[in-house]
């Protein structure tokens, strides 16, 4: 008897423990039932973003996603109702101040007293700030330091989704290859500062000249490339020609100061006759070192 009690206390003892820290705890627990709805949501989910209790119970986690997330989110569901453990699923879901938040998952099936599933149980952590961190990473890793636009590795990707494009809108893809003139000779005379506020004022015309789906990169200490989709081969001279309208409006408001001169040379990507990026980068480049020692 004394046993029995002695066991009992024990077990209270260690429910009491369990029930504290699932109160205490900033880790996100929950339980739904077959259907994804939500059963039990510990305090975190409220404490943390703003929920009340009974505006989620009831309701799929997927309510509280966007669409792409949701769907994510509903796959891994399945696979955990099919008895599968599901460790690490990165998703969001929106606060209730509408802010995105990034979670990694974990579930693992919920079974009843004769272990037939009946739903899923699982935690989350906020990964949010790491997120948050990736993403600082990831854009400072592509972006050029000094004019903030693509370094050629990324342009080397994005240009590869880009063809993707062109074969799919049966369109070609215009590469541009510029060079500034005389930058050496600028910082020699002016300094280092001025030769990268040329720079800088360059790869500003750039973006002025093209569209936000265009892709813009520095690839050397003074050159630059872009790619564009074009319907025609005709836009080629349109477009060289909008580049040097604006490089010589630059050079009408600097009025005897610091000047800009460019050499360019270009290149067509054609879905018909595909070749690589790289070829097509040395076409331009070639030309465009002609054009600037001719």
């Known amino acids: 008897m004394a046993n029995k009690s002695s066991s009992n ?3 209270k003892q260690i429910d009491n423990v369990y029930r504290d820290i699932v109160v205490s705890t900033n ?3 929950w339980r739904t039932d077959a259907e994804g709805r939500l059963t039990f949501l510990n305090p975190a989910w409220e404490r943390i973003y703003n929920y009340k209790t009974d505006e989620m119970l009831g309701k799929p986690f997927s309510d509280f ?4 997330a949701a769907g994510h989110y509903i796959n891994a569901f399945r696979n955990c109702l099919i008895g599968e453990s599901v460790i690490g699923h990165e998703t969001t879901f929106f606060s209730k101040g509408g802010d995105e938040v990034h979670l990694a998952i974990n579930m693992i099936p919920l079974h009843d007293d004769k272990d037939k599933i009946v739903g ?3 935690t989350a952590f906020d990964i949010t700030e790491r997120k948050h961190a990736d993403d600082i990473l990831q854009y400072i890793s592509a972006k050029d330091e000094l004019t903030g636009l693509y370094n050629l590795h990324t342009f080397l990707s994005m240009t590869e989704h880009q063809i993707k494009t062109a074969h ?3 369109k070609d893809i215009l590469i541009i290859y510029a060079g500034l003139q005389d930058i ?3 910082t020699e005379e002016h300094g280092d500062e001025a030769g990268d506020r040329v720079i800088i004022d360059a790869a500003d015309i750039f973006r002025k000249t093209f569209r936000e789906a265009d ?3 520095r690839t050397g200490d003074s050159e630059f490339v872009t790619s564009t989709l074009v319907l025609s081969r005709d836009g080629e001279k349109l477009i060289l020609s909008r580049l040097q309208k604006n490089i010589d409006e630059y050079n009408k408001e600097k009025n005897g100061s610091l000047k800009l001169s460019m050499s360019f040379g270009t290149s067509f990507y054609d879905p018909e006759n595909p070749v690589s990026i790289n070829a097509l980068l040395s076409t331009a480049d070639d030309e465009m070192y002609k054009n600037k020692y001719s």
């Open 9 to 11: 206390k024990e077990s």
């Open 27 to 29: 880790t996100l627990i």
């Open 65 to 68: 996603q966007v669409t792409e």
């Open 120 to 122: 899923i149980q699982g």
């Open 168 to 170: 799919r809108e049966k």
């Open 184 to 186: 050496k000779k600028t």
């Open 215 to 217: 892709v813009l990169a």
